[in-house]
C-alpha cells in the first residue's frame, strides 16, 4: 500500500499520522516543502520516498508533482490531515482515479456556506446563515437575520477571525478586522453549550465516536486573556442530550456523503433542549482532542485512522473508560515566564489523574494567546466520574498560575 501524504511534518500532530501509516504497514510518501534532509530524524525514519514541491498551498504545484510523480511509482492513496491541503488530496485523487473523497464532496466539509446548505436540505437544523464577500454584503445579512450574530471565514479553521457581533456599533470594529478575509459566513448566534462530536469513519459509517465539551465556548476564551479553556471528552454517549447530538452528526455525515476518514464537527445544545449543528471538518480536530480521545479510550487514533485509510478496518473496540480534559494555561503579563504558582500543590494532590504536564517552565517566553489555543502549555487529565473529572480540570484552570515579566 503506497499511501501520498501531504505535509508528515508539519502541523506538529501529523508527524503521530505519519508513524500511524508507517506502523499498519503503509510505504509513505511524504510531500513537503524542501529537500527531506529538513525533515525531522522521527518522522523521516517512516518514509518510504518524498517529494519536495516550491510551495504547498500551490495546488496545481503540488498537483503537478504527484501526478510525475505517479509516471514512475504506483500510488494507492492520497490524504492529508491539515485543513489547507483537503480539497488538494482530493484534486490528486480524482486525476489519478484512486479511492477517496471527490472534491466535490470534501468542499461540502471545507466551504461552510455549501456546507450549510447541503445539511439543511437534509432537514437538519443550521443556524440561518449569508455567505459574503464586502462589507455592505455583511451589514444587509445582519439586518435579515438581527443581532447577535457570528462573523467567519467560509473557509477558516478553528475560531480564528470569528466575532460576535451584538451590535451596529460593534460590527462597524469587525468589519475593519475581517478586511483581509475574502469570504465570510453572516450567521445567526445560537445560545447554548457547545460540544464536539468526533469520529473515525469507513465508508461513511462511523468506528469510532467522541464527543466532548468546551468549557466555556471558544468565542468567549478566545476573548478572554484570563481564561483558561477547558475541553473535557465525555465517557457516557448515552446520556439523552448528548444521543441527540450524535444522532445529528450522522445525519450530516450522510447529507455530506462522507467517506473514510477523520471527521470533527461542533454543534450547540440550547438552553430548550434543540440541537444545532454549528460546522465540520473531514479532518480531526486540533489541540491535542486526538490525544484526548486517545486517553479516553486507551487507544492510538493516528494508528487506527492509518488503519481505516489504507485497509478499511479498525482495531476498536471502543471503550469508553474515562473523562478526559485539557486545560489550556496563559500567563499573567507578557516577555518570561518567571514564576509558575500552585502547580507543585495540585500535583502532590490530584497528579495521580495527570496524564499530561506540558506546561511551559520558568525562562520560557510567553506565546501569544490569539494565535494558539495551546497558548502557554496544557495539562491533560482524566477520571472515571465525569464530575470529579471537571471538577479537576476548574482547579486546574483556577489554581495552576504563570505569571511573566518583560
Not at 44 to 57: A, E, G, H, Q, W
Not at 160 to 180: F, G, I
Not at 189 to 214: K, S
Request: hydrophobic share 40%; net charge positive.
Amino acid at each position: 500500500m503506497n499511501v501520498v501524504f501531504l505535509s508528515p511534518a508539519y502541523p506538529l500532530e501529523m508527524q503521530d499520522y505519519t508513524r500511524g501509516l508507517a506502523e499498519v504497514g503503509a510505504n509513505v510518501i511524504g510531500v513537503g516543502e524542501g529537500p527531506v534532509s529538513m525533515v525531522p530524524p522521527k518522522v523521516r525514519k517512516y518514509l518510504s520516498d518524498y517529494i519536495t514541491v516550491p510551495k504547498l498551498f500551490d495546488e496545481q504545484a503540488v498537483c503537478d508533482a504527484v501526478l510525475q510523480y505517479s509516471k514512475r511509482h504506483h500510488i494507492d492513496r492520497v490524504e492529508s490531515l491539515w485543513e489547507p491541503l483537503t480539497l488538494t488530496a482530493a484534486s490528486i485523487r480524482e486525476q489519478l482515479r484512486i479511492p477517496g473523497m471527490s472534491r466535490a464532496t470534501v468542499l461540502g466539509f471545507r466551504d461552510k456556506s455549501i456546507m450549510k446548505d447541503r445539511i439543511a436540505k437534509a432537514g437538519l437544523r443550521v443556524p440561518y446563515a449569508f455567505r459574503c464577500k464586502s462589507s455592505r454584503e455583511i451589514e444587509a445579512a445582519a439586518e435579515r437575520i438581527g443581532f447577535p450574530i457570528i462573523v467567519k471565514p467560509i473557509a477558516g479553521a478553528g475560531s480564528a477571525d470569528t466575532y460576535r457581533v451584538d451590535s451596529s456599533s460593534q460590527l462597524q470594529r469587525v468589519l475593519k478586522q475581517v478586511q483581509h478575509v475574502e469570504e465570510v459566513s453572516t450567521e445567526e448566534f445560537i445560545d447554548g453549550r457547545e460540544f464536539t462530536y468526533d469520529t473515525v469513519c469507513v465508508d461513511g459509517r462511523p468506528i469510532y465516536e467522541n464527543v466532548a465539551e468546551y468549557l466555556p465556548r471558544p468565542l468567549i476564551a478566545r476573548s478572554n486573556e484570563w481564561i483558561s479553556p477547558i475541553i473535557i471528552t465525555i465517557k457516557d454517549l448515552n446520556k439523552p442530550h448528548i444521543k441527540h447530538g450524535i444522532k445529528l452528526g450522522h445525519g450530516v455525515l450522510k447529507a455530506l456523503n462522507m467517506g473514510t476518514g477523520f471527521t470533527h464537527m461542533e454543534w450547540y445544545l440550547t438552553p430548550k433542549g434543540e440541537v444545532v449543528f454549528g460546522e465540520i471538518g473531514c479532518r480531526p480536530g486540533g489541540a491535542h482532542l486526538v490525544d484526548q480521545m486517545n486517553f479516553t479510550s486507551d487507544i492510538d487514533l493516528f494508528r487506527e485512522w492509518a488503519r481505516a485509510i489504507c485497509w478499511k478496518d479498525v482495531h476498536i473496540q471502543n471503550p469508553r473508560l474515562y473523562n478526559c480534559a485539557i486545560v489550556f494555561k496563559r500567563a499573567m503579563g507578557q516577555g518570561t515566564i518567571r514564576k509558575i504558582g500552585g502547580l507543585e500543590t495540585f500535583m502532590q494532590k490530584y497528579g495521580r489523574s495527570v496524564m499530561v504536564d506540558n506546561i511551559l517552565r520558568p525562562g520560557a517566553r510567553r506565546r501569544n494567546w490569539k494565535q494558539t489555543l495551546v497558548s502557554d502549555g496544557f495539562i491533560i487529565l482524566r477520571h472515571t466520574n465525569w464530575i470529579t473529572a471537571k471538577h479537576l480540570a476548574e482547579k486546574a484552570a483556577t489554581d495552576i498560575q504563570l505569571f511573566a515579566t518583560p
